[in-house]
């Protein structure tokens, strides 16, 4: 089964940007599929695990320079670099080198 690309979503953010204005895009960083990592949360004792769609950094820029939009910079923090108490701290220090997170900033 063909795994959904972003494209559609892009577009409608392009669609309703004004002219001038900017796009931040942020998700946990594709490569946490190649982990088994899955997105989760807990609330009221309840764990949620969230869908995890691995989009490429790639399938992210393409959609948005499809859409019409700059992009003007990428960037891609660590795991390393997420504040403590948000991850267990051996998670931290065994994949502190490991991209956590994956912001593109782009322009109408």
Not at 25 to 37: A, K, N, R, S
Not at 63 to 73: D, H, M, P, R, V
Request: charged share 20%; hydrophobic share 35%; net charge negative.
């Amino acid at each position: 089964m063909p795994r959904p690309r972003p494209g559609h979503a892009l577009q409608e953010f392009a669609r309703v940007l004004q002219n001038g204005g900017h796009l931040l895009i942020t998700d946990f960083h594709p490569v946490h599929t190649l982990y088994g990592w899955k997105t989760a949360f807990k609330r009221a004792g309840v764990t949620y695990h969230l869908p995890t769609i691995a989009h490429t950094k790639d399938d992210y820029q393409e959609a948005i320079t499809a859409s019409g939009l700059t992009i003007l910079e990428v960037a891609e923090s660590l795991v390393g670099e997420v504040p403590e108490g948000y991850l267990p701290e051996e998670m931290r220090h065994m994949y502190a080198h490991t991209p956590s997170c994956l912001s593109i900033l782009a322009h109408k």
